[in-house]
């Protein structure tokens, strides 16, 4: 099947430093990725995406890197703030119809 | 909030029942995926409907069964439980079946016991 894998499973970061979340995946016809954040008790919420051909992709606070030479994805948050803490979920997809979450990291800010 | 809702928010029932757990998809999304969700994990795809049609499966036996109807709200269905169906159920709209950001709705928290 789809492996999708993070670096860390845990994350702390002082409030208003810079967070880096990373995830590898493995196949190379990956296509597609996203970045989800998951708050206690709700769903996921999008935070961002990109597609293949691009190598960044940038939203308020947040860029996405994209380095497909090492299959390697990450999310940096900038300014990182308490209502940052959450688990975050690279999702990985090459069809459209089924998407690929990893375990997730588990980011807490400390204020 | 993201316009995607699902009914009921929990739910207790007890191994060999059957399930059936609804989305409300964001309007205008005609794609609704559903995933499991077991504690500490990332969500598993289940199916995807588009248009009321099966659009794609994952690892996930006979049992787990899916609807949506015309207005592209959806259904899942889960016979004869097992005690390791206990998950949050989310079901997730789109606006069609390609590479494209779906929304997720707060998921039904599903107990067997």
């Known amino acids: 099947g789809e492996s999708v894998g993070l670096h860390l499973p845990t994350l702390s970061v002082q409030e208003g430093d810079n967070s880096i979340i990373n995830c590898a995946y493995s196949?190379?016809?990956?296509?597609?990725f996203i970045w989800y954040k998951q708050e206690s008790g709700k769903g996921p919420q999008f935070i961002i995406d990109?597609?293949?051909?691009?190598d960044k992709r940038q939203g308020q606070r947040v860029t996405v890197l994209l380095n497909k030479t090492v299959k390697h994805l990450s999310l940096q948050i900038a300014a990182t703030q308490p209502g940052d803490s959450a688990v975050y979920f690279c999702?990985?997809?090459?069809?459209?119809?089924?998407?690929?979450f990893g375990t997730g990291t588990s980011l807490t800010v400390i204020p | 909030e993201t316009g995607v809702t699902q009914s009921p928010t929990h739910l207790i029932k007890t191994r060999g029942q059957q399930v059936t757990l609804r989305c409300s998809s964001q309007?205008?999304?005609?794609?609704v995926s559903w995933y499991q969700q077991a504690l500490g994990q990332g969500p598993q795809f289940i199916f995807q409907?588009?248009?009321?049609?099966?659009?794609g499966r994952g690892n996930f036996p006979p049992r787990f069964s899916g609807l949506q109807f015309p207005n592209y709200s959806s259904e899942l269905n889960v016979n004869a439980l097992e005690l390791d169906d206990s998950a949050l159920y989310l079901c997730?709209?789109?606006?069609?079946?390609?590479?494209?950001?779906?929304?997720f709705g707060q998921g039904t928290r599903l107990t067997v016991v």
């Open positions: 997730a709209s789109s606006l069609g079946a390609g590479l494209t950001e779906a929304f």
């Open positions: 196949n190379s016809a990956s296509d597609y």
């Open positions: 990109i597609r293949s051909n691009m």
């Open positions: 999702v990985h997809s090459n069809t459209g119809n089924q998407f690929y």
């Open positions: 309007s205008g999304h005609n794609t």
């Open positions: 409907y588009y248009r009321e049609e099966e659009n």
